[in-house]
């Protein structure tokens, strides 16, 4: 019995020590992951081996960051939908000369308004013209290579196109008459520029010049006003209107304007005539004219008498006079008495006038 029982203890000492050998075989595997050099487990090579798996972790990363290698995180550019933008800017597969917009399309977002002119130039740009029933017509530049559309600001007056300097700088002839009311300007030019690609277009009103034989019609409310006062001025004449007696609520009403106006020249008499419908004037402003020194350098004197219903003023030009204009304004600080400066200048000037302006 005493020999078995040792027997018995011998058997079990060896299946235990089988055991833990096994046991520690699976732990240094699973623990030391094969990479590790087995053959030593000494501090400094653990630290190598730490130190090997960082960098190639680092190099994996850097060619998955820089598309190098194919990786599920990055996206793949190629299986994008190759659809245009709708923001200003190139398609990610157009080409440089490649253009982004049509004719066809361009006209597609005028379906309510009715075209009347699509001007193109450089063969890049256009200018679609176009205007709603009882609407001022109106401009819209396109460039067909980005797909950028702008609006050309002349709204709301009636405008036609006279000069495109370049992509930034559009010249429009105006008649002086907007869609808002029945208010009409002397007609003048309007100026829509930009300084870089990308920004709005903005706006400046120019004055227009006509020769003096030129007629021109302006203004225009029937308010039945009064002619308060009439000046020459170094280059013109100014004249200020004002209501008349038991009509102040009717001049006053909405807006206040200069009455119906006529200009023209009489070539053969050098002279220039200006016409105020529905305007009466005091006679002691007549005999303030009449004793008026003119120094100008383009009128010789002014003569103020009736005419029909209105008023006519009688300006005696000297030769220098070949063009003029016309600007409407208003009085401060109130801005309810409405003025009109008509001025003159040399067919010389004119010629720099338009040298530098347009």
């Excluded at 709005?200 to 308060?228: C, M, Q």
């Excluded at 220098?320 to 400066?341: C, G, M, R």
């Amino acid at each position: 019995m005493f020999i078995k029982k040792k027997n018995y203890y011998h058997i079990n000492s060896i299946k235990f020590g089988f055991f833990f050998l096994f046991s520690l075989a699976l732990t240094a595997i699973f623990v030391w992951d094969k990479p590790l050099d087995q053959s030593s487990f000494s501090r400094n090579n653990y630290e190598n081996w730490i130190q090997k798996q960082r960098n190639q972790e680092l190099k994996t990363s850097e060619k998955i960051r820089y598309n190098k290698v194919k990786s599920p995180f990055v996206f793949d550019h190629k299986k994008k939908d190759k659809k245009q933008d709708t923001k200003v800017g190139r398609r990610k597969d157009q080409q440089p000369n490649e253009k982004k917009l049509t004719i066809s399309e361009i006209k597609k977002n005028y379906r309510f308004s009715l075209i009347e002119k699509i001007i193109k130039f450089d063969n890049v740009h256009v200018i679609v013209e176009s205007h709603k029933a009882t609407m001022a017509n109106q401009f819209d530049y396109y460039d067909m290579i980005t797909g950028e559309k702008k609006k050309l600001p002349t709204f709301p007056f009636y405008a036609r196109l006279h000069k495109i300097e370049s992509p930034y700088r559009f010249i429009f002839y105006t008649d002086g008459t907007n869609h808002l009311n029945q208010e009409r300007k002397f007609p003048f030019i309007i100026e829509c520029y930009r300084n870089i690609k990308g920004e709005e277009f903005h706006w400046n009103h120019l004055n227009r010049y006509f020769p003096i034989i030129e007629k021109i019609e302006f203004g225009g409310k029937k308010s039945k006003a009064v002619l308060k006062d009439l000046k020459v001025t170094l280059n013109g004449l100014e004249a200020s209107f004002g209501p008349r007696k038991g009509h102040k609520e009717k001049f006053f009403a909405g807006y206040t304007d200069i009455p119906y106006t006529e200009t023209y020249g009489n070539q053969k008499k050098d002279q220039f005539i200006i016409v105020f419908r529905e305007t009466q004037f005091d006679e002691g402003l007549k005999a303030k004219i009449k004793e008026s020194n003119f120094e100008n350098l383009y009128i010789r004197s002014v003569i103020l008498k009736k005419h029909e219903s209105g008023c006519m003023v009688i300006i005696n030009l000297k030769d220098q006079a070949e063009y003029y204009t016309a600007k409407k304004d208003w009085l401060s600080p109130s801005k309810n008495i409405p003025f009109v400066h008509i001025s003159f200048i040399t067919e010389q000037d004119y010629k720099d006038y338009l040298l530098i302006k347009l």
